[in-house]
């Protein structure tokens, strides 16, 4: 269970991955989070640098499709003003969603990575399904109150990853 929830990678902000960090893994497929990956929770504004980035991996050739656990009016909102597909109600971490979205990327799980910022829904889901596992610190500090609680046991399984380079 504890390795499930392990990422293979960590950001502060998604803004920072480049293309090649993902071109270089063999990724093709973006499956990305929406609240406090891409957006600010609860909000429905995109900043201009995470709009920027997601303009940069399309003009790549990688694809995105938007996974988020939230209604459908603010995930279709979010979808359309990007132009790229989305899912809503995903009930993250099952795996049907995750496979959802592959079939819209048209990708394998060797060529799909997983983006957000929640170690029990999004990580979780993407480790089950052996898909590459992005872990990003949450844009706002606005979340739902259950998340809040998540978060403390976010931090007790973050303890055990301590002896993993990339929490170095
Ligand atoms: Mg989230």
Known sequence: MLSKLCPHSRTETVASLSPEFFISRGIRGLIIDLDNTLVAWGKYKITREMR????TMLASGLK??????????RVRFFGELLDIPWISRATKPRKNSFKRAMEILQTIPEETAVIGDQLFTDIFGGNRMALYTIWTAPISPQELISTKAMR????LVQKSFRNKEIFE
């Not at 403390?152 to 931090?155: A, D, F, K, P």
């Open 64 to 73: 995105i499709c938007i996974l988020s656990n939230a209604v459908e009016h």
């Open 152 to 155: 403390y046991l976010e931090r």
């Open 52 to 55: 920027a980035w997601v303009q």
